[in-house]
């Protein structure tokens, strides 16, 4: 399998990652969190119940479940048959393919407590970490086979790179504690956190508007740092594209009673904005090359050559022709010239 051929079936699975985000997102918000009251089985009679609205929603989502499985167990078979093989994306693909089930077993524990927030709160995290892993898979699958990674930009840069990643992840499971607290728990009778959500609402609302200050902060950092800027202008404006987007999102299903509709695209915007936030700290490195295969193979640095190039231990190498009166000794070594010196590479 080509590199390019593998890329696409890597893109494919981060899709489906994604997408199974917001469809069980669905299930919660309909009300339908216990439309399949046990687990495996939808109920004590069927494997599989489509007979009520809500038993469908849940089901649909159980069973789309099954495709992401195939998308990620493509992403494993694909890495091992990529030629050259990578230690990399294979050890990426069989993690998420890992993480798929987990999420299974996470539902049934949902399913099992009656939807208690904080098992909610970690099947939604855990996706994140899916999602996380499903970006690297698809970024290192579109880079070079041979080479080293290096950091394409300085390292105050990348530290505070790092910070607006960090404060990103906060913000989002503050998020969740939010979506634990307010109205929309899956099911009537389930149990929410014990807070009050314009509390907890407060509490997310300063980690985003911390976490908008550090990005416009950076923003404004790499006026004066052009090399920086040029590794991370699109990455960064697309964060903060879908950061204000998100934001103005959850500020007006707060202040319009938190309709299901608004809270369903508040998720799909975390899980944009997960995904950008990943791309953008994985922007900070890249593959440099170095001679040096990435599939745990190494290979020869030495360049063939042919009789024409190499003279024959046998033939005469022709006599150097004499040197005018005054001139060099052309047989003689030549002085350094230290404006050709190879550059010492930089530590």
């Not at 990578?86 to 089930?101: E, F, K, Y």
């Not at 080293?148 to 790092?162: E, F, G, I, K, S």
């Not at 040029?230 to 319009?256: C, E, H, K, R, S």
């Not at 809270?263 to 899980?271: D, S």
Request: glycine share 8%; charged share 10%; aromatic share 4%.
């Amino acid at each position: 399998m080509s590199p390019a051929t593998y890329r696409k079936i890597s893109i494919a699975a981060l899709a489906f990652v994604c997408i199974i985000v917001v469809t069980g997102a669905s299930v919660r918000l309909s009300g339908s969190g216990l439309g399949c009251a046990d687990w495996p089985n939808c109920n004590d009679n069927r494997l599989v119940d489509v007979s009520t609205t809500h038993g469908a929603i849940e089901q649909i989502n159980r069973l789309f479940t099954g495709v992401v499985m195939v998308a990620v167990i493509a992403a494993v078979l694909g890495a091992f048959r990529r030629r050259p093989r990578r230690v990399d994306l294979t050890r990426l693909s069989i993690a998420i393919a890992l993480g798929v089930p987990a999420q299974g077993i996470v539902g049934a524990i949902v399913v099992k407590t009656k939807l208690n927030p904080f098992a909610n709160q970690q099947h939604f995290l855990l996706s994140m970490v899916l999602v996380a892993l499903a970006v690297v898979l698809v970024d290192r699958a579109g880079e070079p086979d041979d080479g080293d990674r290096v950091h394409t930009v300085t390292a105050p840069t990348l530290l505070h790179v790092r910070a607006l990643g960090a404060l990103t992840a906060l913000a989002i499971v503050s998020g969740t504690f939010v979506t634990g607290a307010g109205p929309h728990a899956g099911d009537q009778r389930a149990k929410r956190f014990d807070i009050a959500i314009h509390t907890v609402a407060q509490i997310h609302g300063i980690t985003v508007m911390t976490t908008l200050a550090v990005a416009s902060v950076l923003f404004w950092r790499l006026r004066s740092r052009r090399a920086d800027r040029a590794v991370l202008d699109n990455p960064l404006t697309t964060w903060m594209v879908v950061a204000i987007a998100q934001a103005g999102v959850g500020y007006t299903q707060y202040f319009t009673g938190v309709p299901a509709v608004l809270v369903g695209v508040h998720v799909a915007f975390a899980t944009v904005l997960w995904l950008v936030t990943v791309q953008l700290i994985l922007s900070t490195a890249a593959i440099s090359r170095s001679g040096i295969n990435r599939s745990g193979t190494p290979h020869s640095t030495l360049a063939s050559t042919t009789p024409a190039q190499v003279p024959s231990a046998t033939t005469a190498a022709p006599a150097p022709a004499p040197a005018p009166s005054g001139s060099p000794d052309p047989t003689a070594p030549a002085a350094a010239d230290p404006a050709s010196a190879a550059p010492v590479p930089s530590t």
